[in-house]
Structures are given as structure tokens and as C-alpha cells.
């Protein structure tokens, strides 16, 4: 059986047991498990090379030794261990000792999982299925790692918070423009579920690293942070399955709930590669850990002012943001110049619509900017659809292969049909608004009838949604 009808199936017992409500927390029901079997594998892997590795779980909760046997514990006593042994003793797991960061990890893994599984048969049967795959066999964790992506990608739905999963080619197409190097540390303080944070693995690994050495470096320089449970879990677990030993550099926090001023040269970094969550909305009291000038709820416009903060002098940053981050006034006009007076923008990528699809139909940008210098002129490029492509969508997403007109002509830049430059006269001009278009572009009049009524059909629901969730949290503020 193909690995991907192996995830199928697991998927297909889960929605037998009636513990399991939708979509999420079949996800998490499915990522915990996974986690110990991925962890399992490596600790196999590890006592291969060392003689002396020690795992910091216990012996009788390692998966090895419960779950391994397809004929082993089942039913109530199954239900019973995991529920009253295995998540107790690993949410208290102790950090200490030669394996204490490893410790660390596992530890907050666990500390707000759950196993929502009712039945202990069924329990059994999902095991069994997880065991059918070896992730220490390079065709497994090469099929893997495209479904653990489809996972991720069929986990993030719309959301009331604004957060999209990143599609591969994006992160590594950011990636590979800022050319993250051996020893510089590459953050994303909104990682999400690892998809920058792999991309820079990946890069650094296959250009950098030439010796045990260098693979150490490269594990030491990657940090991330997360606020929300699930997403770190399946961060914690991603960075495992790319093969970092101990991702304890992955933390479980809200980088906006540090008042900006705390932030000092011990917290800076070289790289910032991320997609900060748009549309959605911080908690009450977030804005004030910033200046007054640049308060807002919104919280796409709070990580730009963060990632200013966190960069050091010549540091680099590539990050997604919406269109409506380009053109806002006010608080985003602020921001803006404060962009502009403190970096150098040098390049915004401008993705067509869909990208996101089919969680959003929000057209997003993708800006590049260096810490330390002003900036002189922005360079546009306008990214086009690829030939014979109308839209993308979840089946038929972007590929990173469409970004090779982009590199060409990024060391040797002119101005094309698609790239354009504006200096920052003009931009001041226009009162900091980004949102500049393509001076070259043919007007194709009002635009196709079927492809606008698409459009507007696909914005009703998007204001339908929006106008469901505010009523939604007026009547919880309300007690209704």
C-alpha cells in the first residue's frame, strides 16, 4: 500500500470513533502519534551511530515498546496507558540531565495534546497503519514529507485568525533569494508549521554544509515560534522528520506579547524569512507592547514593525503581506515610512490572485528588504499566471519552477513587461502607497463576465464569512 492511501485509512478509522469531531482534531489526534513514531525512528537512527545514546522517555513509554507489535495492548488497556501513563508521565517529563533539551521538547509536545480517541480498538488500528511506515528509509521520508505537507495544507482552513498555510513554492522561492548562509541565524517568529523553517534547512544543507560540523551549525541557527498548540506540534514534528536531532530552538510563545523596547542585540538575527497571519486580529492589550505611533490590532502591520526590531544592521528579511498592507492609510502609512526610512526595500514580488487559494482569494505580495540603509527606489515584479492557467487552486497550486523568470533577473535587473521601478520621490509622493501597478500592463477593458462573476461570488462569501465571525464574537461579548 502507497503511503498516501495509508494516510487515507488512517483517516477513514478515525471518523469511526466517536471521540474524533472534524478535521482538526483528527489532525492532532493523528500529529501526536506521528510524533512518537518519527522520534522513535530517529532514537533508532542515533543509537546506530552512538553506543551511548540515551532516549530521555522511559522505556515503557518509547513507541517501540507499545505500539511497535501489531498484536500488542488494544482495547480498554490501550486506552487506559495512554490516557493515565503516557500523557501523564510525558506532559511532566523532567528537563534535566544530559538529555534535558531533548526532554524539554517532548515535554511541550505533549503539554496540551490530547488523545480524543474513545476507542481503544480503533486506537490500535491506526498504529498498526502508522507502523506500515519506516521513516528511516529515504523512499518513505521522501513520499512523506509531499502528504505531510497535504496534511498541513488540509489543516489550514480559512480561520477566524488569518492564518493561510504557505505554499512550498513561495517559501522557497523567499528562501533562495535571501540565500540564508552557515552561521546565520534564520528566524520566523511565526512559523506556523515549519514550511520557511524547512525551506532554509533545506537550502543551507544542500549549498553550506560539508561536515558533521557544519550540519551542527546549521541545527543551532534555525528559531522559530509559535503561539498555538497544534501548529507547533506539527513544527516540532516537521523539524524532526527534516533531521534536527533536538528542535528545541522551535518555542510554543506569542512573539508579539514582548514589548518592543525588551527586544535588545542579544535578540537579533540575519535572516527573517515569514508569512506573518493577515486579516486576523491580536487580543486586547497586544498593541501597547508597541509605540504609540504604531498600535494597532492588525496583526500582519504589528509583525512588520517586530521584524524592523529583531533584524540586525544589514540584516535581510523576505515576508508575505497583503495587498492591503500596500495601500492602507494611517497606521499602515506609518509603518511604511518607518519601512522605508530604516531599510532598503529593494524588491516587491506581486503573486496574482489565488495562491492562497482555496482558503482566501486575498492577493498578496511578496517584499524583500535589508536593515540599515534607506530606500532609494522599490523594484516591482509583477508575477504572471503560467501559460494556459486562469487561477490556481488547492489541486493545481503554484509551483516553485514558475519563479525562474524572477531569479534571472534579479542580479541584472531592468525594466520588462513585468518589472518596473519607482524611486521614494515618488512613493513619497503618493503618500507611502505601495500598491503600484504594472505601468505595461494591457487593459483588457472591463474583464471576462464569467471570470468577474467568479470574483464577486468568491467575495460574497469572503464578506459573508467576516460578517458570520463578528456576530459570532459580538454575541460571545455580548453573553448571548
Keep these: 500500500m502507497s503511503i498516501s492511501a495509508t494516510i487515507k485509512s488512517i483517516q477513514d478509522i478515525m471518523r469511526k470513533d466517536a471521540g474524533v469531531d472534524g478535521d482538526a482534531q483528527r489532525i492532532s489526534q493523528l500529529v501526536w ?23 530521555p522517555i522511559p522505556i515503557r513509554l518509547r513507541w517501540r515498546t507499545w505500539a511497535s507489535n501489531p498484536e500488542g495492548i488494544t482495547g480498554e488497556p490501550l486506552l487506559d496507558f495512554i490516557n493515565n501513563d503516557l500523557f501523564k508521565t510525558l506532559k511532566e517529563l523532567p528537563a534535566t540531565g544530559k538529555s534535558g533539551a531533548i526532554s524539554a521538547v517532548v515535554r511541550s509536545v505533549f503539554e496540551d495534546a490530547f488523545n480524543y480517541m474513545k476507542s481503544g480498538t480503533l486506537v490500535r488500528q491506526v498504529i498498526n497503519k502508522l507502523n506500515e511506515i519506516n521513516f528511516n528509509k529515504a523512499a518513505d521520508r521522501h513520499q512523506f514529507g509531499d502528504i505531510y505537507e497535504t496534511i498541513l495544507a488540509d489543516l489550514q482552513s480559512a480561520g477566524n485568525a488569518g492564518e493561510y498555510y504557505t505554499p512550498r513554492a513561495v517559501t522557497q522561492f523567499i528562501v533562495d533569494q535571501l540565500d540564508p548562509k552557515l552561521g546565520e541565524t534564520f528566524f520566523d517568529p511565526a512559523c506556523g508549521t515549519g514550511g520557511f523553517l524547512t525551506s532554509a534547512i533545506e537550502h543551507v544543507r544542500s549549498k553550506y554544509v560539508k561536515s558533521a560540523k557544519d550540519e551542527q551549525a ?15 506540534l506539527l513544527c516540532v514534528t516537521n523539524m524532526l522528520f527534516h533531521g534536527v536531532e533536538v528542535p528545541s530552538n522551535i518555542r510554543r ?40 505611533a504604531f498600535q494597532t490590532r492588525e496583526t500582519a502591520d ?29 497606521v499602515k502609512t506609518r509603518i511604511k515610512e518607518k519601512l522605508l526610512a530604516e531599510a ?29 540603509e ?7 515584479y509583477e508575477h504572471p499566471y503560467p501559460d494556459g492557467v ?21 542580479n541584472k535587473r531592468k525594466e520588462t513587461d513585468q518589472a518596473w521601478k519607482v524611486s521614494i520621490d515618488d512613493i513619497k509622493a503618493r503618500s507611502y502607497n505601495l500598491d503600484i501597478k504594472n505601468p505595461r500592463a494591457a487593459d483588457d477593458g472591463l ?4 471570470q468577474l462573476l467568479g470574483e464577486y461570488i468568491e467575495t460574497s462569501r469572503e464578506v459573508s464569512a467576516i460578517r458570520a465571525s463578528l456576530k459570532n464574537h459580538l454575541q460571545k461579548a455580548l453573553g448571548a
Design 33 to 55: 502519534m506521528i510524533f512518537l513514531k518519527v522520534f522513535d525512528d530517529a532514537e533508532a537512527a542515533n543509537e546506530l551511530l552512538d553506543d551511548h545514546y540515551k532516549s
Design 218 to 232: 546549521l541545527q543551532q541557527q534555525i528559531l522559530g515560534v509559535e503561539k498555538k498548540q497544534l501548529p507547533h
Design 253 to 292: 510563545d506569542n512573539t508579539l506579547a514582548r514589548p518592543l523596547r525588551d527586544y535588545g542585540p542579544r535578540d537579533r538575527v540575519s535572516v527573517i524569512g515569514s508569512n506573518p497571519p493577515f486579516g486576523g486580529m491580536e487580543e486586547d492589550g497586544i498593541e501597547k507592547n508597541f509605540p504609540t
Design 302 to 330: 504589528l509583525f512588520l514593525v517586530l521584524f524592523l526590531a529583531l533584524l540586525k544592521p544589514e540584516g535581510r528579511a523576505g515576508i508575505v503581506l497583503p495587498d492591503g498592507t500596500l495601500f492602507g492609510e494611517g
Design 344 to 372: 532598503n526595500l529593494h524588491t516587491i514580488v506581486r503573486l496574482p490572485k489565488g495562491v492562497f487559494s482555496p482558503y482566501t482569494g486575498i492577493k498578496t505580495n511578496l517584499l524583500f528588504f535589508t536593515k540599515g
Design 374 to 380: 534607506p530606500t532609494k527606489e522599490i523594484w516591482f
Design 390 to 410: 486562469k487561477s490556481y487552486s488547492k489541486t493545481k497550486p503554484m509551483r516553485v519552477e514558475e519563479f525562474a523568470p524572477e531569479k534571472k533577473w534579479w
Design 447 to 450: 474583464g471576462d463576465p464569467d
